[in-house]
């Protein structure tokens, strides 16, 4: 029996005991070691189990004391239909809806569930500060003199070193920074398009992205994508006669927080260099995982230099530090001759403070703390969702990042219900920003990087109440 079919049947077997009432609300559950002695299994295969059984919000953990049936009343919300983007290239940039949501950002009088970062109160801010004045020492010049063109390189060797956590097997030389995560796919889309050309991407996508490339002459192609493993393959393979270059994010997108199984980054990769299309890779989510290890990414897979891997630290450490970074592979000189002519250097404070947090040990022990968090948050707003929201309400299962995707009832408008909520002081994200089709209008994207509290609760619940 393979290890993800031992796993799925050991949790279908004890969430059957508790939806039996075989097992009761607060019941304690058997420990990881003991579920390992119990089923013969590995302890990843143990925690994959219990992690199951949180998503489906059968269960609660319980900081020090373990696992137990949850407490409160059980409702499987279904998951949002797989999207169906219409085929043609269609750019009807919600310009104004985007305006209005971006608008609030920084407000401290709002609940801002449109907020696509983790609070500030989540982020290690005084170990930081340590660093940046660390960071003014140790640089040449007190960090006031231009950086290398191809970026810090402490910097860009322990990014090359965590990427053997994935499979990247990255050298530091195969690394260029940049000034955060948009920076670097701006410059691979300039590298890779020209005006007029097609990108392919999910949908829904992040508003940004579709923004950038609208911004460059770029044609978008949203491909319908599934809501727990992302891009349909199928369609891609479809579209790929059309298509000049791709955008994808495999791991822990936004909105939809899915994962591309690994056999699925491994065909796209293979399809789109057997086609000469470019792959680029926003990985920026791929360390807020809520599994047992780090997923891959496709660059895993890449043979011949094809995939374009993007990522930063925004999501995870410090959104306003702006310190992001590209392993470009075959095209590192188109990169690295677009940098020196719109940045000539990135920031040499911040990446050398970054660098010196990574190579503490520190920023292991923060993303241990807030995956915890964030996969606890994930909870309880499933919880609150069940209780609160209407009947036909359906939520993604993010194995990771910061998103919840909601789908609501067709007669509910996201827009208007935005427009509501913000008399109430409550922003958030709704689903016609993550696309440039008329679709995703009864859907919104909720953050899960608010540090979970009753006033949270009550503004979820007063959110459904909007609703009827």
Not at 104 to 114: A, P, V
Request: charged residues 20%.
């Amino acid at each position: 029996m393979s290890r993800d079919f031992l796993y799925t049947e050991i949790a279908n077997g004890i969430a059957g005991q508790i939806r039996s009432g075989v097992l009761k609300a607060g019941d304690r559950l058997p420990s990881v070691r003991v579920l390992c002695q119990q089923h013969g299994i590995s302890m990843n295969t143990a925690k994959r189990v219990f992690w199951e059984l949180e998503a489906q919000s059968l269960i609660e953990t319980k900081p020090r004391s373990g696992y137990f049936v949850s407490r409160l009343p059980y409702r499987r919300l279904p998951l949002p239909e797989v999207s169906k983007p219409s085929p043609a290239r269609n750019h009807k940039e919600p310009d104004e809806l985007i305006r209005k949501v971006y608008s609030n950002m920084g407000r401290d009088d709002l609940t801002l569930f449109s907020l696509g970062a983790p609070s500030s109160t989540l982020l290690p801010l005084a170990k930081l500060n340590k660093e940046i004045v660390q960071a003014t020492r140790e640089l040449q010049g007190c960090g006031a003199e231009y950086e290398l063109l191809q970026g810090n390189l402490k910097l860009r060797r322990m990014i090359a070193s965590r990427s053997l956590a994935w499979g990247g097997n990255l050298m530091e030389s195969d690394l260029v920074t940049t000034s955060g995560g948009m920076n670097a796919l701006s410059f691979c889309m300039m590298a890779l398009g020209k005006p007029g050309d097609t990108i392919a991407m999910e949908s829904p996508c992040y508003p940004g992205s579709l923004q950038l490339a609208g911004s460059m002459g770029l044609k978008v192609l949203e491909l319908p994508t599934h809501p727990v493993t992302g891009i349909e393959i199928d369609a891609l393979k479809k579209a790929v006669p059309k298509i000049d270059l791709c955008l994808l994010v495999p791991n822990f997108n936004t909105p939809l927080g899915s994962c591309m199984p690994d056999e699925n980054k491994k065909e796209v990769v293979a399809l789109l260099a057997r086609h000469g299309i470019p792959l680029i890779e926003d990985d920026i989510y791929g360390d807020l995982y809520f599994g047992p290890q780090r997923p891959k990414c496709c660059k895993s897979f890449d043979e011949d230099g094809t995939v374009l891997w993007c990522s930063a630290v925004s999501k995870t450490l410090a959104p306003g530090y702006r310190v992001g970074w590209i392993a470009p592979g075959r095209y590192k000189e188109q990169i690295l001759k677009l940098k020196l002519v719109h940045a000539i250097s990135s920031s040499a404070v911040t990446q050398e403070a970054v660098a010196g947090f990574l190579s503490s040990g520190r920023y292991d022990n923060h993303l241990r703390r807030l995956r915890l968090t964030l996969q606890g948050n994930y909870q309880h707003y499933v919880h609150a969702i069940a209780e609160y929201f209407p009947e036909s309400t359906k939520t993604s299962r993010p194995q990771g990042g910061l998103a919840l995707w909601v789908e609501l009832d067709k007669t509910i408008n996201t827009g208007e219900l935005f427009d509501k909520a913000m008399k109430q002081k409550i922003s958030i994200a709704p689903g016609r920003m993550f696309t440039l089709q008329d679709q995703f209008e009864n859907c919104m994207r909720l953050s899960i990087g608010l540090p979970w509290s009753d006033e949270v609760r009550s503004k979820l619940k007063l959110l459904g109440k909007l609703m009827m």
